[in-house]
């Protein structure tokens, strides 16, 4: 492509390069080329420019600069150096799309054909390299007091209602919120860090090895409303592999502090690819899809497992109790906590089916739950649910256009952390308020190379 063609002024060639060594996003580039130069391109084009003629205005970028720059200038340009390496080695999956287009579609039309796209996804697609090996775990090794636990916790993280791709305007709601994909990056930075910093502040008291990760739902924003679709950042397949990418960078991040992290996942309904709600082949969904992306970039984490059941909930075990999990969609009240303990009863009834029903043995299948975590709502909220909790567990993005103007409602963005013991259950809740690190810099990468393949190193 010629460098005609981006239509770029000459004169703000070496402002993109100066703020891009500043570590402005491509989203922030994007809004500051349209503010001062009154020109709008699309993120991904500035992208495009800078990786294949940015370096034919280093020299305009550093001549402006030179004079600004303090003792972080060599920092600065080693990460722009790194990240530049990085996005090098980042080399074959957009090309090797083309080929999952295809059979994805096959996957829709053909009833049996369903696995094709997962098959090539696991067999092309390469895996993120552990940071730290098995052996090298990082812990804080607190002193030891003498009232310490002698029974490990389990603490559970759920990641939920993401929306990876909605573009909220904080000009559009009162100055209250705002989000896009770098915001998305800074606080999975933040609730990464935060749900470290937690576990090492934990174990000060008791031993906490083992991570358990629900994702309920909703991980990208879809475009199952018109004006979702009119307004995301962008498509859904790009939603998608930015939000899997991203994630799977924050669970890299966590393994090495654990012996064990454990990923249960449920789609919501934000990803689902059809208008009218589905029943049958609910699993046909984006959510579902990144999910499986997930699943391939941590395969060389040997403590990382991830299950991606087709249901639209799950039943499994932490510490002796059985906690469901389910996106909270087919919750009908607008989240009333009348309707929600009522279908949280009348699930009972249903899976009290399972003392009748024959099964398969090799299927994991429980005739009770003690607690439950949903998302949908996008609030954090408790509920007694006689044998234990009902926990609403928040979202990242916020308050959005739609909840504020139409609802009159607000919540901040955060998400929930628990604490299990073996003999009592749930000894802890804390919450994470992830608006904190807006004014962060991520140190996950967002950006993807027109291969995908090039994603991650061999």
Known sequence: M???????????KRDILGWRVKGMGWTAIARQLDDEYGV???????????????????????ERFTSHHSEDEDEDDLFLDAKLKLDKKIASVEADMKMYRTLYKKAITLSGNNDLILDAIQEFTPALTPQ??????????????????????????PLTDTHVGDNVKKEQNLNLNEYDIDLFSKRMWGWANQ???????????????????????????????????????????MQMIIGAYVISQSIAFLSPHF????????????????????????????DYMLYQWVGVFLRNHKNIDIAIPKSFSHVFEVAGRRILIMHGDSIAGGGAQTSIKRAVANLREVMQYNNIAVTDN?????DSFDD???????????????????????????????????????????QIVLYYHPEYGQVGKEVI??????????????????EWAKILPN
Not at 2 to 12: L, N, Q, R, T, V
Not at 134 to 157: D, H, L
Not at 218 to 234: K, P, Q, Y
Not at 274 to 286: A, C, G, H
Request: proline residues 4%; charged residues 25%.
């Open 259 to 286: 012996d064990n992290i454990k990923i249960k996942a449920v789609v919501g309904n934000h990803g689902r690819m059809t208008r009218k709600i589905p029943s049958k082949d609910r699993y046909m969904d984006w």
């Open 362 to 366: 090799s299927f994991e299948s429980y």
């Open 433 to 450: 308020y992830l608006d904190r690190y807006d004014s962060t810099v991520s140190g996950f990468d967002t950006e993807l190379p027109p």
């Open 132 to 157: 730290i090996r098995q052996g090298e775990k990082s812990r804080t090794k607190a002193f030891r007091s003498k009232n310490f636990g002698s029974k490990p916790q389990v603490m559970i993280a």
């Open 372 to 414: 439950v975590l949903i998302g949908h709502f996008h609030r954090v909220d408790e509920m007694d649910i006689g044998t234990g909790s009902l926990h609403i567990c928040g979202t990242p993005k916020g308050g959005d256009e739609y909840v504020i103007s139409r609802l009159h409602l607000i919540s901040r963005p955060k």
């Open 2 to 12: 010629s460098k005609g063609m981006y239509s770029i002024p000459e004169g703000a």
């Open 195 to 237: 749900v470290l910093n937690l576990a090492e502040y934990r174990r000060n008291s008791c031993d906490v090895d083992e991570l358990v990760i629900p994702m309920l739902g909703d991980m990208i924003s879809g475009d199952i409303h018109e004006e979702l679709a009119r307004t995301n950042i962008d498509n859904c397949m």
């Open 40 to 62: 709008t391109l699309h993120r991904s084009t500035i992208q495009r420019w800078y990786a294949e003629h940015g370096e034919d205005y280093e020299y305009l970028s550093s």
